[in-house]
């Protein structure tokens, strides 16, 4: 080889080896992340891609998912043209159409409906990457349909509703100023890697790390100067408890309970409840360890929380339990100060800029209100703090056809295995008239479809993007689109032209409603496409913790609420609680007989390295790492049990089985069985009851059922 | 100016001669070899046969001359030593020159031992050690004649000719004086299931069969006439029945030689000034403590940088020298690592297998020997933990080392049984 | 500018973007049956007086200082890039024999299975002489594997070079390793 065909090998960008470098994003995860990607592109083809290491958001880091983007674009099951279904639902046989022919049936089909039913039959519903969803949103809102719905009903929702509830406002961890970092179910090297970052650097200076976690993590490892390693879902009572000794301790800041706090005696009532040895007993813990924990976090201030997106809220009692870790920062007074948990609000599509555009007011401008959204009234919370439908009733809907049918989908990265009892789901598709599913992939759920478009992915596509600390993007297309595949907004954009909806905005196209969007904030799409890197908005102003509760928390009575007035003005037939009281995560599925039957406490999609949802298992090289998929069992319930390492078992619900191999772990305490979700060969939500939900944000409960488990 | 003489150009003569150029600039290196090629490496004989490589990779330090100007030595081409004066320091060479020096290396590897037996020159009767040797196989094969062949030598050298054979599409016959193949490495349940192993791909075994002479048939093949009066008859047959150290021009020299050359930690012989590495020596192995002729690339190698090294001047020592052998052969590998011939009845016994792995290992109360099966990508990491277990008594197993083997699906008992003598 | 890599265990958690970052670098064909020239664990340790070690760990060739390896090849595949230091390899002479992996100490040399060659890390030393980090190095988010300039090394007073790692596993004591459990 010769020194030009080592670099060629090597991949050196350079104009001798025609390796060019162009800036993108990644997208394979949630819309709160989206790294700054370099391709190293030559010809038109991915060669390969690192992290942007001027980018201020990812300086330069990606995480596992993001490294093998060049094999997830690359993937064979990408979908290629339009596609129609010409075997059965399911099956997976199609045949290729033009988009014309597409656009044509879609409208077609989608007129039907609503002529017969009604525009609110047809459901508009959004999976990953999210990130067309204003134009999606506005797309359902102007065809007429009530009917938007997406992920968001089994993401993070449910903590953002307890905020909302509780404090009026998001409020993240401030870690670089903290002294006490309290990692309430704290994973980060695997779900949030840009946050262990600020953590590494919180211990190097001396700060303190408490890790609570059911499994022993790599944080617990690495970070923990105390672990408390709980029982699933018990969080709540040890909330509770750490709020009692807080009070019996006298380390409660009393001036800010008396300015900035609602309900407090109530809550100190409340936790009256809960000493030490009750709560001990509930959550498995060791007594001195808990009041060592309370203690570090309650005088080796600030400290802040790790606000947990969704390990502690996937839980029938997730929303009161996070109430309850939201209130040790009340009691504390580590709420909106430096160095505990500071509040902050979206600028567009999850990300908090410090700026703000015009995005809901994009989304709600065509809202109709003449019929109630599905699953409207079963879940008062989810109701009041949440613009789309609650999917957890989608199924019932589909099945029942009250209050009325649901008989078209127009899903854009539909993923059916995001909910319980996914094998009805899609055998109530069979009720649907039409299913139209937009995705890059032939995925499990696409198979459903009457009609697949081919999706491309971020880097094959522009795309505006907000990012902390007051940046603006609007990405530029590596690689030209693979195959026939379109981005999903121009395909909403072209269908609202063919469709003639009444939209001048979107029929405009993508960047004429960014443009609207983002207007009064001093820059255009123009000005962001002409910069490689996120551009720095003029508006934006940085968090300055206290301002927030000082004007007024965003809450019934504009203070942090220990007491929900907002809950306590829901209709008392709902049975639901304003004081964040703790049941158990288990309550609708105790009864003697399930218990016995199914004694292990399974908790269904955790997080492992090398998946993210669904999106990533069919990844040859990700796939690799992990090749099948595994249920954790701690080592001597598999010796009671016979089972050794790599044994194929069986895990029972009442609602399903799933087989899958046994990984023995002493990392996950004994009757405990945990598991990653989003495989199609072992679907972890068969095993969920699709009334296995919290009763104020109708989230399921994904990470606490109960299961058995045997070799089979 | 430091004088060296090298005797003997293989691998431990070239690395000695590197490594002493390297240490010392200016000292007069004179290198005598019986050859009037670059040294070349006996193991690749055979892989030159299976057309794996070209004649020329067979050296790969390159030719005599490009060494020569490398290194800036005087080699002397075709010129075998005869004879040394070890009080002198002197050499002889046949034809009547001799010369003396401040350091000298004895280098001459080993040869391929034949018996003197009737037949044994027979044309199709052949051994296996040289770059010629292999060249006369390669053409032997290439020139479509052999319609079948015999190996007499179930040994490391053998099973490689059997699979030029085998690659070739030769039927043949490997036969052993011993009752199992790797007799003085591998333990009779390793060696049966080599057997198995070896004729489920076609090759026919014989053990306990002691070669007595060479017959020509009347139809040109040859047979291999046992001492229990069994025939195997063939086209061609190898004999590769094992390997004497050249030391016999050492005869009157004063240089202490049992089968080979007697060295200590620096390569150092009996004699001041006069090294030994390679083939040709024995040199210490940790297991016994005692010496040892070590056959091996690596230990040629090595052992040549040190003598080399203190040649010229510097302080260097040869350890870690362990009793070793990796047979690699049709995408097979067994290695040995440690002494059979030192497990008694009473020691305890490990055995393992599953699809990819046979793990058959003996301890007293420290490892003695490992066989091993399939294991290729981790021979080096449990070799190298039993060197470890000898070479540093209070050693813990390593956290790399034990990721390493759980990761590449050894058991955990196997982990525990190796590392017994480090907790 | 000779270059060490380190390792930090404390920092890794198995992510694997390691592995993940040198398949893309590498084009590691694993539907071929090629391996991956880094590999991570995630290993659990049971000590015999009691309780686990959670091993979280990335190895690939540690680019040993005196690489037994290379004298161990007999056709002279392996060899140092004098530049970086690293432990490079042609492989066009490689006869698949597995000599460099018996005298390898960390498992580093893997073979293909199409042609039974030997591949491994070579420290992306082409990417290093242009003044880049390793593709491994780069993609690791928590400065658990970073490689730096000998001097810088020295300088820093660390002991995590990886070709010291298995000595340095070693001398820390069994204490030093938290137990969990
Ligand atoms: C078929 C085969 C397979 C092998 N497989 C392996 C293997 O898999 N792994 C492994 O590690 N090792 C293997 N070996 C062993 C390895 O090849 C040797 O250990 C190594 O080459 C020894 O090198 P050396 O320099 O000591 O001797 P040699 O290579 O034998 O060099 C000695 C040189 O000295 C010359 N010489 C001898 N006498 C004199 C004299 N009086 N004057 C001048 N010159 C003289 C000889 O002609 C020869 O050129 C194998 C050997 C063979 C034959
Ligand atoms: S990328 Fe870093 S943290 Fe992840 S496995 Fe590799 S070395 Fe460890
Ligand atoms: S780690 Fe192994 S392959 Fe790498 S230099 Fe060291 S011995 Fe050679
Ligand atoms: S496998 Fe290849 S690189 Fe390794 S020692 Fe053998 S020939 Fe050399
Ligand atoms: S240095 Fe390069 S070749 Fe080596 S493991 Fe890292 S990415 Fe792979």
């Not at chain 1, 207007?519 to 255009?524: A, M």
């Not at chain 2, 009737?118 to 199709?124: F, T």
């Not at chain 2, 209070?394 to 390593?398: S, V």
């Given at each position: 080889m010769n020194e030009l065909e080592k670099k060629i090998k090597a991949k050196i960008p350079g104009e001798d080896t025609g390796i060019e470098i162009k800036r993108s994003l990644c997208a394979i995860c949630s819309p709160g992340c989206h790294c700054g990607l370099d391709c190293y592109v030559k010809d038109g083809k991915l060669l390969k891609v690192e992290g942007t290491l001027e980018h201020p958001y990812n300086r330069g880091k990606l995480c596992t998912k993001g490294a093998a983007t060049r094999n997830y674009i690359y993937r064979e099951d990408r979908v290629r043209t339009p596609l129609k279904r010409v075997g059965p639902r399911g099956e997976g046989k199609f045949e290729p159409i033009s988009w014309d022919e597409a656009y044509r049936i879609i409208a077609e089909k989608l007129g039907t409906v609503k002529e017969k039913y009604s525009p609110h039959s047809v459901a508009f519903f959004s999976g990953y990457c999210k990130w067309y969803r204003p134009i999606l949103h506005r797309f359902c809102y102007t065809f007429g349909s009530v009917n938007f719905g997406t992920d968001d009903s089994t993401c993070f929702k449910s903590m953002d509703i307890a905020n909302s509830l509780t404090i009026g406002a998001p409020g993240g961890p401030n870690i670089p100023n903290t002294n006490t970092f309290l990692g309430w179910n704290y994973g980060g090297y695997y779900s949030n890697h840009l946050s262990v970052g600020p953590v590494q650097a919180l211990k190097e200076r001396g700060g303190k790390v408490i890790i609570i976690d059911v499994r022993y993590s790599p944080a617990a490892k690495n970070f923990a100067d105390i672990f408390l390693q709980i029982k699933p879902g018990t969080d709540g009572a040890l909330a509770l408890g750490m709020g009692k000794l807080i009070i019996d301790n006298g380390w409660a800041d009393m001036d800010y309970i008396g300015k900035y706090t609602y309900g407090f005696d109530k809550y100190k009532e409340l936790v009256q409840n809960y000493p030490l040895d009750k709560v001990c007993e509930i959550t498995g813990l060791n007594p001195d360890d808990v009041f060592e924990a309370t203690k570090l976090y309650a005088t080796n201030g600030p400290a802040c929380i790790n606000f947990s997106a969704s390990a502690l809220t996937h839980r029938i009692n997730g929303l009161q339990t996070h109430r309850a870790i939201i209130c040790l920062g009340a009691l504390t007074g580590n709420f909106d100060r430096p160095g505990g948990n500071v509040p902050s609000f979206a600028s567009y599509i999850h990300k908090r800029g410090g700026f703000t555009t015009r995005e809901m007011e994009f989304r709600e401008e065509k809202r109709p209100f003449d019929q109630l959204r599905i699953g409207e009234t079963r879940f008062p919370a989810w109701d009041e703090y949440?613009?789309?439908?609650?999917?957890?009733d989608l199924l019932r809907q589909i099945e029942e056809e009250t209050p009325y049918p649901i008989k078209a989908i127009v899903g854009f990265g539909m993923n059916a295995k995001m909910f319980p009892e996914t094998d009805k789901l899609v055998k109530a598709f069979d009720k649907l008239d039409f299913f139209v599913d937009a995705d890059m992939f032939m995925t499990y759920t696409a198979k459903y479809a009457d009609i697949v478009l081919p999706s491309c992915s971020s880097l094959e596509r522009g795309e505006m993007k907000a990012y902390e600390g007051g940046y603006l993007a609007f990405t530029k297309p590596a690689i030209p689109p693979l195959y026939e595949s379109k981005s999903d907004v121009d395909m909403l954009c072209e269908l609202a032209r063919v469709m003639d909806l009444d939209d001048d905005l979107i029929k405009a196209g993508y960047e004429v409603c960014c443009d609207w969007m983002i207007?009064?904030?001093?820059?255009?799409v123009a000005d962001l496409k002409a910069s490689d890197l996120p551009v720095k908005i003029q508006t934006a102003k940085p968090v300055v913790p206290g301002a927030y509760l000082e004007k007024g928390c965003r809450t019934p009575s504009g203070k942090i609420e220990f007491y929900s007035k907002a809950i306590a003005a829901y209709d008392p037939k709902y049975g639901l609680n304003p004081l964040p009281d703790y049941v158990d995560p288990l309550f609708d599925e105790n009864d003697p007989e399930t218990k016995e039957k199914y004694p292990f406490h399974m908790i269904a999609g955790i997080r492992i390295p090398n998946t993210i949802h669904s999106r990533v298992h069919e990844v040859p090289w990700l796939r690799s790492l992990r090749p099948d998929p595994l249920c954790e069992i701690n080592q001597e319930d598999a010796r009671n049990l016979g089972i050794n390492d790599g044994d194929a078992v069986e895990v029972s619900s009442p609602y399903g089985t799933v087989r899958l191999k046994a990984m023995i772990t002493a990392k996950l305490q004994p009757g405990v069985l945990a598991m990653a979700h989003g495989y199609t060969e072992a679907n972890a939500n068969v095993l969920v009851g699709r009334d296995h939900l919290d009763p104020y944000s109708g989230y399921p409960g994904f990470k606490s059922l109960r299961c058995s488990i045997r070799k089979y | 100016m430091n004088k060296i003489a090298i005797i003997g150009f293989g691998a431990a003569g070239y690395c000695a001669a590197a490594a002493a150029r390297k240490c010392d600039p200016d000292a007069l290196i004179d290198v005598y070899t019986d050859d009037g090629r670059g040294p070349y490496n006996p193991m690749l004989a055979t892989y030159y046969v299976k057309g794996a490589i070209d004649y020329e990779a067979m050296f790969p330090f390159g030719s005599l001359d490009e060494i020569e100007e490398r290194l800036n030595l005087c080699i002397y081409r075709n010129s075998a030593v005869t004879g040394l004066d070890g009080e002198t320091k002197t050499i002889f060479l046949s034809d009547g020159t001799k010369a003396a020096y401040d350091n000298i290396l004895i280098s001459t590897g080993a040869a391929a031992f034949v018996p003197p037996?009737?037949?044994?020159?027979?044309?199709?009767v052949f051994k296996m050690r040289t770059a010629e040797d292999g060249v006369y196989l390669k053409k032997l094969l290439d020139s479509g004649k052999i319609r079948s062949g015999l190996v007499v030598g179930a040994s490391w050298v053998g099973i490689k000719v059997v699979e030029d054979l085998v690659e070739h599409g030769i039927p043949c016959t490997l036969v052993d004086g011993a009752d199992w193949a790797f007799s003085i490495a591998a333990f009779r349940q390793t060696a049966q299931r080599i057997h198995r192993d070896l004729e489920q791909k076609g090759i026919k075994l014989a053990f306990g069969q002691m070669l007595s002479h060479i017959e020509q048939e009347k139809d040109g093949r040859i047979t291999a006439v046992m001492k229990n009066g069994c025939r195997f008859t063939a086209d061609a047959i190898a004999i590769c029945i094992g390997v004497r150290p050249n030391a016999a021009f050492l005869k009157d020299s004063g240089v202490a030689v049992n089968r080979g050359v007697l060295v200590d930690e620096r390569m150092s012989t009996n004699l001041p000034g006069i090294y030994a590495a390679g083939d040709c020596c024995e040199a210490f192995e940790i297991q016994s403590g005692e010496r040892k002729n070590i056959g091996l690339w690596f230990n040629a190698r090595k052992q040549g940088e040190v003598a080399g090294a203190n040649m010229a001047g510097r302080r260097k020592a040869f350890g870690g020298n362990a009793l070793l052998n990796l047979a690699h052969y049709l995408d097979y590998d067994f290695i040995s690592i440690g002494d059979v011939a030192s497990c008694r009845d009473e020691d305890q016994v490990y055995e393992y297998e599953d699809d990819r792995y046979y793990i058959r290992a003996v301890r007293g109360e420290k490892l003695k020997c490992l066989n091993m099966i399939g294991t290729g990508e981790s021979n080096g990491v449990v070799k190298s933990l039993f060197i470890k277990c000898f070479e540093n008594n209070?050693?813990?197993?390593?956290m790399t080392s034990i990721c390493h083997l759980k990761g590449s699906g050894f058991p955990d008992s196997f982990i525990d049984f190796i590392g017994r003598d480090q907790h | 500018m000779k270059h060490v890599f380190t390792f930090d265990p404390d920092r890794?958690?198995?992510?694997?973007s390691c592995m993940i970052a040198c398949t893309d670098q590498n084009d590691i064909d694993l539907k071929a049956g090629e391996k991956c020239f880094r590999k991570t664990y995630d290993t659990e340790v049971a000590f015999k007086e009691g309780g686990i070690y959670c091993a979280y760990l990335s190895t690939a060739c540690m680019h040993c200082e005196d690489a037994p390896c290379i004298a161990a090849c007999p056709v002279g595949c392996i060899s140092k890039d004098s530049d970086t230091g690293f432990t490079i390899y042609d492989n066009t002479n490689c006869i698949g024999c597995k000599s460099c992996a018996m005298a390898c100490p960390f498992g580093a040399p893997r073979y293909n299975g199409a042609d039974g060659k030997m591949v491994k890390c070579d420290g992306c030393y082409i990417r290093v002489k242009h003044g880049m980090k390793p593709a491994c190095v780069r993609a690791c988010s928590f400065g658990a594997l970073d490689c730096i300039m000998e001097e810088e090394y020295r300088n820093s007073g660390s002991d995590k070079a990886c070709n010291v790692l298995i000595d340095q596993a070693n001398l820390r004591k069994k204490e030093a390793l938290r137990r969990w459990r």
């Open positions: 949440c613009d789309e439908f609650q999917a957890m207007e009064g904030n001093g820059v255009t | 037996i009737q037949g044994g020159d027979l044309p199709g209070q050693a813990e197993m390593d | 890794c958690c198995a992510c694997s």
